[in-house]
């Protein structure tokens, strides 16, 4: 199965299913001489195992352990394994389902590819599967923050309630103490009771992501193929339910006039700065100097419990409720794993400059 592996140089792989013994990844291309603060990464696996109305009640332990790759907690250079243990697995849950397609889940498509699929929660599809990606972002933002560079990210929209129209209207150091991650914490009550009566109705939502990274020296980013905001497209948009993504004003430039988009050029203290930052941060695919700043949205939770028609891989069609534990809602803990994916992307491209010039 192609596909798990991702980066150029900081190369992350994962594997494992959300009903098998574990889940992990490799990290390959880490710089020895790391120093991995292990207390901030399982801080980040709880960011990703938050509880709220309507969040999955499978709460596994995630510890980490680690395989290989470090000294103590001083990475050698060599390739950096862990594995996190599932725990609390509820397989007979999805017995019902070993022979329907559920809509907009991945049944379907992966058992045409393959001639075969893990119904157990969905396998590689399910979104357990990103608790190896919080881990490697991590490690990623660790080697990031030695360089002066921070990745947050912020919930910006949950279904109908919009909770900010642009990134200069998001304190994210409000965000950061928030415990939905909601760009307007004012709203938090609104969205709790829109949480529980989408929950008392079997229903789901979604929503959208901003990320903002800070500190990105200009110069980050690859000519034509392999543009910034192509490698950070990918990253985000490999993450399971996401449907869309842009980047700067997005959607928004395409009603603008060049001479009112257009990010205005200054000198202050000797160095090129911008007045605006539509662009967000990244020209001709390589990084400007601002802040890179782009947003993700996300769809709806597929698995509802409300009846639904199914198709059988017989050919039949039956109404079915869905069993298992889902989120109503898992925007609020997709911000740590776009902040990740966001955070392995820049670390690669950390390393891709360092190889674009003569010493």
């Known amino acids: 199965m192609p596909g798990n592996t991702f980066g150029k140089l900081f190369r992350f792989t994962s594997f494992g299913e959300s009903h098998g013994p574990a889940l992990g990844g490799v990290i390959d291309g ?9 207390g901030f990464i399982q801080s980040e696996l709880l960011r990703r195992n938050l509880d709220y109305p309507g969040s999955t009640s499978r709460k596994e332990p995630d510890e980490v352990e680690w395989l290989s ?52 929660g969905g396998g590689r599809a399910s979104g357990r599967e990103t608790v190896a990606r919080v881990v490697a972002g991590s490690i990623a933002k660790l080697f990031l923050k030695s360089f002066g560079i921070f990745v947050e990210g912020a919930v910006t929209r949950i279904g109908p309630v919009c909770l900010s129209d642009s990134f200069k209207d998001i304190d994210f150091e409000k965000t950061r103490t928030n415990h939905l991650r909601l760009a307007n914490p004012s709203k938090e009550e609104e969205i709790l009771q829109l949480l529980q ?12 992501v901003a990320c903002r990274i800070r500190g990105v020296p200009p110069g980050l980013g690859e000519p034509v193929f392999d543009k910034l905001q192509a490698h950070l497209a990918k990253a985000v948009m490999s993450i399971g339910t996401a449907k869309s993504f842009e980047y700067g004003l997005g959607q928004a430039a395409a009603g603008m006039r060049g001479s009112v988009y ?71 803990r997709l911000v740590v794993i ?20 003569m010493l």
Not at 99 to 112: G, L, N, Q
Not at 197 to 208: H, M, Y
């Open 30 to 38: 880490c710089p020895a001489a790391l120093e991995l603060d292990f």
């Open 69 to 120: 790759g470090l000294s103590g907690a001083i990475t050698l250079g060599t390739p950096l394994a862990f594995l996190i243990r599932n725990s609390k697995q509820q397989s007979d849950d999805y017995e019902t389902l070993a022979s329907v397609y559920r809509p907009s889940h991945a049944d379907f498509t992966y058992e045409a590819k393959y001639g075969i699929r893990d119904h157990r």
């Open 338 to 357: 776009v902040e990740a994916m966001a955070a392995l992307v820049i670390a690669d491209h950390i390393l891709l400059k360092r190889s674009s010039r």
């Open 262 to 332: 257009n990010d205005i050029m200054k000198i202050e203290e000797g160095k090129v700065s911008f007045v605006t930052n539509h662009d967000g941060g990244i020209q001709g695919g390589i990084s400007n100097g601002e802040d890179i700043c782009f947003q993700v949205g996300f769809k709806p939770v597929p698995s509802v419990r409300i009846p639904q028609q199914m198709v059988s891989a017989d050919g039949s069609t039956r109404e079915i409720i869905l069993a298992g534990r889902h989120d109503n809602c898992h925007v609020p």
């Open 197 to 208: 009566q989408t929950e008392s109705e079997g229903d789901t939502l979604g929503g959208t």
